[in-house]
Protein backbone atom coordinates (compact mmCIF):
# COMPACT_ATOMS: atom_id res chain seq x y z
CA UNK A 1 0.00 0.00 0.00
CA UNK A 2 0.63 4.06 -0.35
CA UNK A 3 -0.20 5.95 2.01
CA UNK A 4 -0.28 10.25 0.90
CA UNK A 5 -0.96 13.42 2.23
CA UNK A 6 -0.65 16.29 -0.05
CA UNK A 7 0.35 20.25 1.49
CA UNK A 8 1.09 23.66 0.21
CA UNK A 9 -2.21 24.63 -1.47
CA UNK A 10 -3.22 27.90 -0.23
CA UNK A 11 -4.46 31.86 -2.37
CA UNK A 12 -2.03 32.76 -4.65
CA UNK A 13 -2.50 35.97 -7.67
CA UNK A 14 -2.68 35.46 -10.97
CA UNK A 15 0.99 35.24 -12.18
CA UNK A 16 2.24 33.94 -9.08
CA UNK A 17 3.61 30.34 -7.87
CA UNK A 18 2.93 27.63 -5.40
CA UNK A 19 5.04 24.30 -4.35
CA UNK A 20 2.62 21.72 -3.84
CA UNK A 21 4.33 18.74 -2.19
CA UNK A 22 2.71 15.11 -1.45
CA UNK A 23 4.40 12.81 1.52
CA UNK A 24 4.24 9.44 0.65
CA UNK A 25 4.68 6.37 2.62
CA UNK A 26 4.61 2.20 2.19
CA UNK A 27 6.61 -0.31 0.48
CA UNK A 28 5.42 0.09 -3.04
CA UNK A 29 6.65 3.80 -3.65
CA UNK A 30 9.32 3.41 -5.31
CA UNK A 31 7.93 1.29 -7.63
CA UNK A 32 5.11 3.42 -8.54
CA UNK A 33 4.32 5.66 -11.05
CA UNK A 34 3.13 9.39 -9.02
CA UNK A 35 0.62 11.67 -10.47
CA UNK A 36 -1.02 14.97 -9.32
CA UNK A 37 -4.46 15.66 -10.32
CA UNK A 38 -7.14 18.61 -10.49
CA UNK A 39 -10.39 19.05 -9.93
CA UNK A 40 -11.96 22.27 -10.19
CA UNK A 41 -15.78 22.96 -9.35
CA UNK A 42 -18.17 21.36 -11.67
CA UNK A 43 -15.64 19.66 -14.08
CA UNK A 44 -14.14 16.20 -14.25
CA UNK A 45 -11.15 15.34 -12.60
CA UNK A 46 -8.39 15.64 -14.82
CA UNK A 47 -4.40 14.38 -14.97
CA UNK A 48 -2.02 17.20 -14.50
CA UNK A 49 1.72 15.81 -14.67
CA UNK A 50 3.17 11.84 -14.08
CA UNK A 51 6.54 10.88 -13.71
CA UNK A 52 7.97 7.31 -13.55
CA UNK A 53 8.50 5.74 -10.75
CA UNK A 54 12.55 6.12 -11.16
CA UNK A 55 12.11 10.12 -12.16
CA UNK A 56 13.53 9.72 -15.79
CA UNK A 57 10.53 10.21 -17.69
CA UNK A 58 7.77 13.11 -17.32
CA UNK A 59 4.38 13.61 -18.96
CA UNK A 60 2.09 17.14 -18.73
CA UNK A 61 -1.52 17.79 -19.98
CA UNK A 62 -1.45 20.49 -22.34
CA UNK A 63 -2.30 23.52 -20.13
CA UNK A 64 0.26 23.57 -17.44
CA UNK A 65 3.36 22.75 -20.35
CA UNK A 66 6.44 25.16 -19.63
CA UNK A 67 4.70 26.29 -16.17
CA UNK A 68 4.28 23.12 -14.00
CA UNK A 69 7.36 21.25 -13.09
CA UNK A 70 6.63 17.49 -11.41
CA UNK A 71 9.67 15.95 -9.56
CA UNK A 72 10.24 13.09 -6.60
CA UNK A 73 12.49 12.07 -4.03
CA UNK A 74 12.64 8.33 -3.90
CA UNK A 75 14.81 8.26 -0.14
CA UNK A 76 12.36 11.25 1.08
CA UNK A 77 9.00 9.53 0.05
CA UNK A 78 8.54 12.98 -1.36
CA UNK A 79 7.01 14.43 -4.75
CA UNK A 80 6.38 17.92 -5.21
CA UNK A 81 4.40 20.27 -7.95
CA UNK A 82 6.05 23.49 -8.49
CA UNK A 83 3.61 25.59 -10.29
CA UNK A 84 4.57 28.76 -11.80
CA UNK A 85 2.42 32.01 -13.68
CA UNK A 86 -0.65 30.34 -12.02
CA UNK A 87 -3.99 31.26 -13.78
CA UNK A 88 -7.41 31.71 -12.29
CA UNK A 89 -8.24 28.60 -14.80
CA UNK A 90 -5.83 26.63 -12.66
CA UNK A 91 -7.80 27.02 -9.60
CA UNK A 92 -9.10 23.58 -8.18
CA UNK A 93 -8.51 20.81 -5.80
CA UNK A 94 -5.14 18.85 -6.43
CA UNK A 95 -5.01 15.59 -5.09
CA UNK A 96 -1.71 13.68 -5.84
CA UNK A 97 -2.78 9.72 -6.80
CA UNK A 98 0.17 6.45 -6.91
CA UNK A 99 -0.11 3.57 -9.18
CA UNK A 100 2.06 1.00 -8.09
CA UNK A 101 3.78 -1.74 -9.48
CA UNK A 102 4.91 -0.02 -13.05
CA UNK A 103 7.56 -0.53 -14.66
CA UNK A 104 10.69 1.92 -15.35
CA UNK A 105 10.36 4.41 -17.55
CA UNK A 106 5.98 4.01 -17.87
CA UNK A 107 4.15 6.84 -17.08
CA UNK A 108 0.09 5.72 -17.22
CA UNK A 109 -2.49 7.99 -17.10
CA UNK A 110 -4.92 5.94 -15.88
CA UNK A 111 -5.23 3.08 -13.20
CA UNK A 112 -4.50 4.74 -10.13
CA UNK A 113 -5.01 3.10 -7.02
CA UNK A 114 -4.02 5.34 -3.64
CA UNK A 115 -5.31 8.51 -3.18
CA UNK A 116 -4.46 11.94 -1.18
CA UNK A 117 -7.23 13.76 0.23
CA UNK A 118 -6.46 16.73 -1.26
CA UNK A 119 -5.14 20.28 -1.17
CA UNK A 120 -6.89 23.51 -2.05
CA UNK A 121 -5.33 26.14 -5.01
CA UNK A 122 -7.16 28.79 -5.84
CA UNK A 123 -6.09 31.76 -7.97
CA UNK A 124 -7.11 34.82 -8.07
CA UNK A 125 -7.36 37.77 -10.89
Known amino acids: QVQLRESGGGLVQAGGSLKLSCAAS????????MAWFRQAPGKEREIVAV????????RYTDSVKGRFAISRDNAEGLVTLQMNKLEPEDTAVYYC??????????????????WGPGTQVTVST
Open 97 to 114: AARPRTVSGEIPTSGYEY
Open 26 to 33: GRTFITSA
Open 51 to 58: ISQGGTVR
